[in-house]
């Protein structure tokens, strides 16, 4: 089955770290770019960050730069978000998206179902 | 960064109602739109891309349309099932910026 799955989420303090996962199976992988999008409770949909198919270009919304770190690791089919100096405006679902193009248009086809991320003391 | 903004920011409507929903870009964006439909507690799910192809799997009620900074997402005939929020997003350039989504209710 065509799935992303993501964990790590949880209850963490202010200024703490959380690494989040999203593991990806029935599809290649290594060849797609991947997306981290989240969503504050009550909230719309921000896009978070990018990474390349083989993770040599990474880019970020401001509003992480310089906390956040997307990487990934094709061999075990598995996309990463370290969070550090986290705040309790990174309260959100944090969801990993496939990204997909055709005509140079980006779009996201295949989303997991989230991760819960809670920033409070 | 582009601004995205979407019109009306909810909508009620009966089953068997065509309604449409329109997004407005910050500057021009060409054709780089995408349409998502979201339910409560459930991932996004992509309904149109490039501003008018048809999602694989997706009824054809759904239909999207426009080019530069006006865009619209139709849907002729409303099931129970279309009763969601639905988000715009554009993919011209980072960051992807999402509208604020429409809120679609009975």
């Known amino acids: 089955e065509v799935q992303l799955v993501e964990s790590g989420g949880g209850l963490v303090q202010p200024g703490g770290s959380l690494r989040l996962s999203c593991a990806a199976s029935?599809?290649?992988?290594?060849?797609?770019?991947m997306h981290w999008v989240r969503q504050a409770p009550g909230k719309g949909l921000v896009w978070v960050s990018r990474i390349n198919s083989d993770g040599s270009s990474t880019t970020y919304a401001d509003s992480v730069k310089g906390r956040f770190t997307v990487s990934r690791d094709n061999a075990k089919n598995t996309l990463f978000l370290q969070m550090n100096s986290l705040g309790a405006e990174d309260t959100a679902v944090y969801y990993c998206?496939?990204?997909?193009?055709?005509?140079?248009?980006?779009?996201?086809?295949?989303w997991g179902r989230g991760t819960l991320v809670t920033v409070s003391s | 960064d582009i601004q995205m903004t979407q019109s009306p920011p909810s909508l009620s409507a009966s089953v068997g109602d065509r309604v449409t929903i329109t997004c407005r870009a910050s500057q021009s964006i060409s054709s780089n739109l995408n349409w998502y439909q979201q339910k409560p507690g459930k991932a996004p799910k992509l309904l149109i891309y490039v501003a008018s192809s048809l999602q694989s799997g997706v009824p054809s009620s759904f239909s999207g349309s426009g080019s530069g900074t006006d865009f619209t997402l139709t849907i002729s005939s409303l099931q129970p099932e279309d009763f969601a929020t639905y988000y715009c997003q554009q993919s011209h350039s980072t960051p992807y910026t999402f509208g604020p989504g429409t809120k679609l209710e009975i």
């Open positions: 029935g599809f290649t992988f290594s060849t797609y770019w």
């Open positions: 998206a496939r990204g997909e193009v055709t005509r140079s248009s980006w779009f996201f086809d295949l």
